[in-house]
């Protein structure tokens, strides 16, 4: 219908001139003489080779403003579809954030790290690396059923598969036989993990159940089968540095379960620090009021944040701690309130969070915007080595927000948080900070987060100079 509406008035400007230019031509050749017969017969096929070159450069003119609108159009509509339907997606690797070497000029991701590397001191009296906890090793989108992918994480290699009925599952990566990697060319049978070097199949306990050249599995075959929990979006494991077996649990976000919220999206943040750096900062209350104090388009170069224009619109936070309950000491609460100052003056959104941190890995932070937006951010940090986590935050809300504003505040929230790893990509863990009385709450926490820490759990003991081989 469209094409007709375009194509048609054109065509009948062609028909048109074609009908002037052939009773030119009749006319002409039935008046004259031979001479004056041929030329104007030549005339008017120039006249006729004219206009055919007008209607055809016209033709292409309005094909080509028909397809470019086409296009702009199609574009509109797959950046609306985009905005509207597909969650939003932001991964900053381990050098994107604060590491700026001006004297060096332009150096690479590897030789910015190697400088960081040199000159970075790491804490003195760090405390152990990896505490004991439950730690997000894949989203749940990114493990179809009947797939199966390698992570390290925790000092430790696991596989993680989903079964072909959708459970999943996480094992040792590497195969009691002879150490083949289950991740890397095994695959999922039935609700099994069979390795790819023998084609041993394990099943989600760990026990050995097939050996395909042999009649007999002998006991000791098995592999180690580690903890795991489906919860939230994300597929979670269990440490323990002495194999104790989980001492709690994390619990269901039952919105996200029954699906009352919608996913929004996810935010991805490498870093380069110790796990305990990153929770830390909650209870932090004076850093909010200066690293996170100027709106988000200010954009994340903490160097710059202090010119005028930036300061038109400020964030203001408030945060109380009201502790742990008796029954799960486990988690930590609080309550955070947010306001937007405008010019100094005018209060505007206001939004209150109940933030709950689980264990060392996992923080749940539920906000309510004017009693009608409701969502939650899951936020979860991962020690992939002893000082580099990966830091995750997923949102989901109400049917009520609409999903490009939640989109937009999430990036807000994205530029926020890049301004906390250009602190943590720098800093060294001070175990003894000098504190100002307004701070007491981090030493509060500290205490709490130390309950995570056993005697036996692991401590950096590699020097400064072997680590970050990115
Ligand atoms: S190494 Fe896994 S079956 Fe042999
Ligand atoms: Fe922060």
Not at 65 to 85: C, H, N
Not at 334 to 348: A, M
Request: proline share 5%.
């Amino acid at each position: 219908m469209l094409l007709n509406t375009v194509v048609q008035p054109a065509y009948d400007v062609y028909n048109g001139m074609m009908a002037v230019v052939i009773t030119r031509a009749n006319e002409t050749s039935s008046g004259a003489n031979n001479t004056s017969s041929t030329l104007n017969q030549e005339l008017a096929m120039e006249d006729l080779q004219l206009l055919i070159l007008y209607s055809a450069l016209k033709m292409i003119l309005v094909c080509g403003i028909f397809f470019l609108g086409l296009g702009a159009l199609i574009t509109i509509l797959y950046y609306l579809y985009d905005l509207f339907f597909v969650p939003y997606e932001r991964v900053k690797r381990l050098g994107s954030i604060g590491y700026l070497n001006h004297e060096a000029g332009q150096p690479s991701k590897k030789e910015i790290a190697n400088l960081i590397r040199k000159r970075r001191k790491i804490g003195e009296d760090l405390p152990p690396v990896y505490p004991n906890g439950w730690f997000r090793l894949v989203d749940s989108l990114q493990l179809k059923k009947g797939e199966v992918k390698e992570v390290s994480a925790i000092g430790q290699h696991f596989a993680v598969f989903r079964t072909k009925t959708g459970k999943a599952n996480i094992l040792d990566a590497y195969c009691p036989h002879m150490g083949g990697n289950l991740a890397v060319g095994g695959h999922v049978k039935d609700e099994c993990l069979v390795c790819p070097y023998h084609g041993w199949v394990f099943s989600a306990k760990g026990e050995c159940v097939k050996i395909p050249y042999s009649d007999k599995v002998p006991s000791f075959a098995n592999t180690k089968s580690w903890p795991c929990r489906e919860v939230n979006g994300a597929i979670f494991v269990w440490y323990h540095c002495d194999g104790v077996e989980p001492e709690w649990e994390l619990p269901e976000i039952s919105e996200i379960t029954n699906r009352t919220y919608g996913y929004v999206g996810r935010i991805e943040h490498h870093v380069n620090t110790h796990i305990q750096d990153i929770p830390e900062n909650g209870s932090d209350q004076a850093h909010l009021g200066h690293v996170h104090l100027p709106h988000s388009l200010a954009g994340n170069e903490l160097s710059s944040q202090t010119t005028s224009w930036k300061k038109i619109a400020l964030h203001i936070y408030e945060v109380v701690c009201t502790g742990s309950d008796k029954d799960t000491p486990h988690i930590l609460n609080f309550d955070l309130s947010h306001v937007l100052l405008l010019f100094s003056r005018w209060k505007f959104m206001p939004i209150l969070f109940k933030v709950y941190q689980i264990g060392p890995g996992c923080v749940h932070l539920h906000f309510n915007f004017s009693m009608l937006f409701k969502g939650v951010y899951v936020h979860t940090i991962t020690p992939t080595e002893p000082l580099h986590q990966v830091v995750i935050h997923r949102c989901y809300c109400n049917w009520a927000m609409p999903k490009w504003f939640a989109r937009i505040i999430l990036h807000c929230l994205a530029v926020q948080v890049d301004r906390d790893v250009m602190i943590w990509n720098n800093k060294t863990f001070q175990p003894r900070p000098k504190l100002a009385k307004e701070d007491k709450l981090i030493a509060k926490f500290r205490r709490w987060f130390s309950q995570f820490y056993s005697e036996n759990s692991p401590r950096l003991e590699m020097k400064s100079d072997d680590m970050l081989n990115w």
